[in-house]
């Protein structure tokens, strides 16, 4: 081409690849220490140059391109309810399980386990978030099946191996397997209890199950758990946890019969199904009619995921309108030392370690079984957390999405993926309403939940004015919701942000430099607080905060 044509491109960022994620990321090298998993720091450099790399970053753009497509039959007719996927997916998702992004915390229960396989799924998961749905579904499905015995003996040491093994096999001829769900159905959706599935007793703890699912996602796992209304000698037994195998043992296909694939906004390489259940063979989790008792850890431990996505997002974002800025000019100066920008981007900054770090420290809630004050803490701090970090996902995508202009309104850059992708976190295992009146059954059903909550809290106490007059407020709005029950609805997404916020607000102390907590809190919580990014408070040394990013 001639010179001077003026099609050169100038003044254009170069690929952001070839970049360690972890090591890039001194918020989150920190946080993985302060927590406890120092010891993992080299794994996690390793994934962090992986995800980085040219060639993941695209696997993830082509596994959204060529999202999976339904396979009903084979060529000859018969039926085969298969979902096939782009090479890319399926190296992608095979990189999550040998770094052990699903079942580490697991497979080797030491200090800070927990805490190390979120931060590799917090990797793994800013480059490309839809393989970590299965990925989380599997981690948390554990949580569910470890007490099942006559489950655990055969599928628990395929469930905590490294090995990814996509083939439709029994669980004995495999050294690893995924699990996904199928709880919701048309008729209810999150109110589980109207499910009209129908599982019969066979004896000896195996059902055949008929019925729908509207949503089950992540359909070519190996097994699922299912809810159903249960059935044993004419007697009714309630909503039962079952678990269904794809393949039975003999090798034959359970019935599992795909309608179609969920056209959604995001998540575009991972596949969500409508199915039906015609005679499929299942077998009891838990007990009896304790179907949602049998799932809720698995479902606390997704939501757990759903803050650790949200903020894997909300990393990305950051990362890539920094990228942006500090090589783009404009109006004579780098967009990165205009102070309009600088503020806009360092704002967007603090929301992402704010998210990370609350994301962190329920990990290690989590894996942290014998403290009764985590314990506690997590049946609160889980759905408040889901909440109100899930809901600001999306305007700080938008926000990032709008920091590149143009470039990053097109299909060509991450951010439009990220756009897209953010909402799923505060929709999937409960929306706004379900997890606001969750925290209020927390309240209620676990009275120490309350305690805990404020003894994490107290451990800042008197270290910001601004935030002890926040936390006042929400002890207070805690008490009267309290004192009136009838009133606690309307007032439980009120009470769920509070809580959220004092808990970010809290960690920030803890845990970042002075400025960016001090920062933090004043811009969400201060009198003078804006409604949208970049306003923060007067003196606030934005660009310091940028260095740290």
């Known amino acids: 081409m001639a010179a001077g044509t003026g099609t050169e491109p100038t003044n254009q960022a170069p690929p952001r690849v070839g970049i ?12 993985v220490r302060i927590f406890g998993a120092d010891w993992a720091a080299g794994s996690l450099h ?4 992986l995800v980085g790399s040219e060639d993941f970053q695209r696997d993830a753009e082509k ?7 339904a396979r009903v039959w084979d060529r000859y007719g018969a039926r085969i309810d298969e979902v096939d996927y782009d090479e890319s997916y399926h190296r992608v998702i095979g990189q999550a399980v040998a770094h052990g992004a699903h079942t580490s915390g697991w497979a080797d229960p030491r200090e800070g386990s927990g805490v190390a396989r979120a ?17 989380s579904m599997t981690h948390a499905a554990v949580a569910s099946l470890k007490d099942s015995s006559w489950i655990a003996g055969e599928w628990m040491p395929r469930l905590l191996t490294r090995e990814y093994d996509p083939r439709m096999l029994p669980a004995a001829e495999k050294n690893g397997v995924l699990v996904g769900m199928a709880m919701t159905e048309k008729q209810g959706g999150s109110d589980v209890r109207a499910n009209r599935t129908e599982g019969v007793s066979l004896g000896g703890g195996s059902y055949q199950i008929d019925g ?17 209304q249960t059935r044993s000698g004419g007697t009714d037994e309630g909503l039962s946890c079952l678990f269904v195998p794809r393949v039975l043992a003999d090798g034959t296909r359970n019935p599992f019969r795909i309608q179609r694939l969920k056209d959604k906004l995001g998540n575009r390489s991972n596949a969500s199904a409508e199915i039906e259940f015609e005679g499929t063979i299942a077998t009891l989790v838990g007990e009896p009619g304790r179907g949602v008792r049998a799932i809720i850890e698995m479902v606390q431990r997704t939501r757990l995921d759903c803050v650790l996505g949200t903020a894997a997002g909300m990393r990305q974002s950051v990362a890539e309108a920094l990228w942006h800025a500090r090589h783009r000019s404009a109006f004579g100066a780098l967009l990165v030392d205009q102070p309009a920008m600088t503020a806009v981007l360092a704002d967007l900054a603090l929301e992402s370690e704010a998210a990370m770090l609350a994301g962190l420290r329920l990990a290690q809630a ?52 990220r756009y897209r992708e953010q909402p799923v976190m505060a929709i999937w295992e409960g929306s706004g309403n379900v997890i606001a009146l ?39 709005l805690l008490r009267e919701i309290a004192a009136d029950p009838d009133a606690a609805q309307s007032q439980a997404r009120r009470l769920t942000e509070s809580l959220g916020l004092a808990l970010q607000g809290s960690l920030m102390l803890l845990h970042a430099p002075g400025r960016n907590a001090d920062a933090f809190i004043a811009a969400r919580m201060g009198e003078d607080r804006g409604s949208q990014y970049g306003v923060l408070p007067v003196g606030t040394d934005a660009a310091a905060i940028l260095e740290r990013h």
């Open 119 to 135: 931060a590799t799924f917090l990797l793994f998961a800013q480059v490309e978030p839809g393989h970590a749905c299965p990925i």
């Open 366 to 417: 989590f894996e942290n079984e014998v403290s009764e004050h985590d314990t506690a803490l997590r049946r609160l701090a889980t759905p408040a957390l889901k909440y109100w970090v899930c809901k600001r996902g999306s305007h700080h995508a938008y926000e990032a999405m709008e920091c590149l202009g143009g470039n990053g309104y097109t299909e060509s850059f991450p951010l439009a993926r």
């Open 46 to 49: 390793e994934v962090g140059e």
């Open 212 to 228: 729908h699912k509207w949503f089950c996602s992540a359909p070519m796992s190996d097994a699922f758990l299912v809810l159903a």
């Open 438 to 476: 969750d925290v209020l059954r927390a309240l209620s059903r676990d009275t120490d939940s309350a305690e805990a909550l404020s003894a994490e809290l107290a451990k800042t106490r008197g270290d910001n004015a601004v935030l002890d007059a926040h936390v006042g407020r929400t002890l207070g």
């Open 20 to 31: 360690d994620e972890f090591g890039a990321n001194l918020a989150l090298t920190e946080a």
């Open 63 to 69: 596994a959204h391109v060529h999202p999976p497509v």
